[in-house]
């Protein structure tokens, strides 16, 4: 399976459920290209503009992003062939409690259903969620699958820059890595 990308000095953290069988077979993170995941990540801001490929994907470390995965062991490219016993929630917290980045961002409800029910809170809709992990705030965005376009992708779009403004108006929001803030008008 795919191994994390992960580091020290993260702004931002996203975390999917589980990679797709494109992904997989590809060995990279969002490869299939009916997943909207990199376009979004560039209009969020958080790559000063830069649009990352998915061969690429490790780059975005470069940005002070980090990518993973409640379910490591396994791909499945509908949540719903996942398993109970494939989640992996407390190495998951662990993850978040050894690097520690300003936000965890959830990139669509079922991982932060099910990290939220780890933890004793209730389902968070899309958004800034009351909660914080590890002392990083935590958000919900829609999932940037093809397969979740409820509204359309220039609404998901909508969603996804309004998070990067976000990010930018968190204490320390801003790449960490490179020292400079982000672009502050999405791109794309």
Avoid: C, Q
């Avoid at 589980?18 to 997989?24: I, N």
């Avoid at 590809?26 to 299939?32: E, I, L, T």
Wanted: net charge positive; glycine share 14%; no cysteine.
């Amino acid at each position: 399976m795919l191994p994390d990308i992960l580091s020290e000095n993260l702004t931002v953290v996203f975390v999917g459920t589980a990679k797709s069988e494109a992904s997989a077979r590809a060995g990279h993170y969002y490869a299939n290209p009916r997943n909207g995941f990199w376009g979004l990540l560039r209009a969020t801001g958080l790559t000063g503009g830069v649009r990352v490929d998915p061969s690429e994907d490790r780059t975005v470390l470069d940005h002070g992003v980090g990518l993973t995965d409640l379910v490591a062991g396994r791909a499945a490219s509908s949540d719903g062939l996942l398993r109970a016993a494939d989640f992996d929630l407390p190495g998951f917290v662990a993850r978040v409690e050894r690097f520690r980045p300003i936000v965890v961002a959830f990139n669509g409800g079922n991982s932060a259903s099910r990290v939220a029910r780890h933890l004793g809170y209730a389902d968070p809709a899309e958004g800034p969620i009351g909660w914080e992990l590890a002392g990083s705030s935590v958000y919900r965005l829609p999932s940037s699958s093809s397969a979740n376009a409820t509204g359309g992708y220039a609404i998901k779009r909508a969603k996804w820059v309004a998070f990067g403004e976000w990010v930018r108006g968190r204490p320390g929001g801003r790449d960490r890595r490179r020292g400079v803030a982000v672009t502050k008008e999405p791109v794309g």
